[in-house]
């Protein structure tokens, strides 16, 4: 059974911690895992996949997949296998797919199902529910698919897939990955040329993935932004995929060995693309000390280890430029801009007013529970350094980011820090705890001494 349907909420404490001590590996990343389970559906073979992440978000979509005709399951080997019914090969599910929290879920499987004429239901928990769906639906409408949605274009949402799909020209609004691969996958059925521009870069695990399993894709670089085109109805080729550790999970170690007095830590085999390091890039440039180590290149995405050691940070700008790059961060870099020597502001984040959660007013609202000083608009925040004193209790919303965020914080505070709820850390991250306690890490229920 799945944590997140308990009814009753999991509340943590952290404590202070003496230095973190160890050599670790964390999930396998959570956008190649999702992504290498849909292409791997609508492929030509089976597809097999190595450190695929098994955590609630990315199972709900190796479900979905299996649910479309296509076959998604684990060997004894620990190694994933999918069976794949080539790009117009899906069929309508007998019974509503269900994301759970996955935005990336439903939104990328919307784009796969598109321009194939079959009907879907998708559904997914309480937070999901509550997140806009619009800003796929309108641009998968030009295609000629079209959505039954609930009220504000959320789920539940039914899909009717195009008969007979027509090629886009599609121009992102707003910086979002999960929308650009939306339309691309939506591409991959739909004959003729289907372009994505793209003003600001973004995560580009789909056109690396896609051109690694044979999509006819091309990238350009023009005055007004990337220019991403795929030609439909040529078939995808079954792919072998090793999955690299998620840098946004490496995120809340790397963190916690920053800011813990002492501390001296290894993350093994974690994703280096480029559109992915914006945090690793911004805390060094707080002062934080992390080497990369072996760098190597795994299934056309480069990878090394990450050498952290506690550091004296101090506070920064982050230009809204780099928002695109690790707009998942913000939270926890939120925290360690709290024991950063200084201000910290960061910018262009009006992304993260319809994440899981509205993520920034959360973030801020957890920060002055634990006796940090903030200030905010729209699509910014500062931050004021110098040590969280700890002692509050953070709402998260839901949110799995925002409760291993303030985990993290606890390690470090003057007192501790408290959350009301950790279920969905499982979402991501199953053993959050286990992994931070392990190298000597203090988290665990209220009542533990």
Same mark, same amino acid.
């Given at each position: ?40 559906? %609508? ?10 992440? $098994? ?14 005709? !296509? ?9 994933? #296998? ?68 609930? $009220? ?7 899909? =009717? ?43 580009? =695990?789909? &056109? ?7 999509? !006819? ?5 023009? $005055? ?5 085109? %795929?030609?439909?109805? =040529? ?15 490496? /995120? ?16 093994? @085999? ?20 992390? %080497?990369?180590? @072996? ?11 990450? =050498?952290?050691?506690?550091? #004296? ?8 430029? #780099? !928002? ?12 360690? /801009? ?6 910290? *502001?960061? $910018? ?15 973030? &801020?609202?957890?920060?002055? /529970?634990?006796? %940090? ?27 799995? *980011? ?20 950790? #279920? ?12 931070? @306690? ?9 009542? /533990?001494?």
């Amino acid at each position: 059974m799945s944590n997140t349907h308990i009814a009753e909420p999991l509340p943590l404490i952290s404590r202070k911690a003496q230095g973190l001590k160890g050599r670790i590996r964390v999930p396998g990343d959570k956008s190649m895992s999702h992504r290498a389970l849909m292409f791997g559906a %609508v492929a030509i073979g089976e597809t097999t996949i190595k450190g695929l992440l $098994e955590a609630e978000d990315v199972i709900n979509t190796a479900k979905a997949m299996t649910a479309l005709g !296509a076959k998604a399951e684990r060997g004894a080997d620990n190694v994933w #296998r999918v069976q794949g019914v080539g790009i117009a090969g899906l069929r309508s599910p007998d019974q509503p797919l269900d994301f759970g929290n996955s935005g990336t879920g439903v939104r990328l499987a919307m784009g796969l199902m598109a321009t194939t004429p079959l009907t879907a239901r998708c559904i997914g928990d309480a937070s999901l529910s509550k997140r806009p769906m619009g800003r796929v639906t309108v641009p998968l409408s030009q295609f000629g698919t079209t959505f039954e949605a609930s $009220e504000g274009n959320r789920l539940p949402l039914t899909l =009717h897939g195009a008969k007979n799909p027509v090629p886009v020209t599609y121009t992102l609004p707003v910086a979002s990955a999960q929308v650009k691969s939306a339309v691309l996958l939506a591409a991959l059925n739909t004959p003729g040329k289907t372009s994505v521009i793209e003003p600001t870069p973004t995560r580009d =695990h789909t &056109e690396r993935m896609l051109k690694g399993f044979g999509a !006819a894709i091309t990238v350009e670089q023009r $005055e007004d932004g990337r220019h991403i085109t %795929v030609e439909g109805q =040529h078939e995808l080729t079954a792919q072998a995929i090793d999955v690299p550790g998620d840098p946004s999970s490496a /995120a809340f170690p790397m963190v916690a060995a920053l800011i813990t007095e002492g501390s001296d830590i290894v993350i093994e @085999n974690i994703m280096l693309n480029p559109t992915r390091t914006g945090l690793i890039d911004t805390l060094v440039e707080m002062g934080g000390d992390i %080497v990369i180590e @072996n760098r190597r290149l795994a299934g056309g995405e480069e990878v090394g280890d990450l =050498h952290v050691r506690s550091s #004296r940070l101090h506070g920064i700008r982050v230009p809204a430029s #780099r !928002a695109p790059s690790m707009i998942d961060e913000y939270p926890i870099l939120s925290v360690a /801009a709290s024991f950063a020597d200084g201000t910290t *502001r960061m $910018e262009g984040l009006e992304e993260l007013r319809v994440k899981e959660s509205d993520r920034l007013a959360a973030v &801020e609202a957890g920060l002055q /529970a634990n006796g %940090v000083p903030t200030s905010s608009g729209r699509d910014w925040l500062e931050v004021q350094g110098g040590g969280a004193p700890g002692g509050g209790k953070v709402t998260t919303h839901m949110d799995h *980011r925002i409760a291993m965020s303030f985990l993290v914080m606890g390690l470090a505070s003057r007192i501790y820090t408290s959350v009301d709820d950790s #279920r969905f850390i499982a979402t991501s991250f199953p053993d959050f705890t286990g992994l931070l @306690n392990g190298m000597g890490g203090r988290i665990g229920p209220p009542d /533990a001494k």
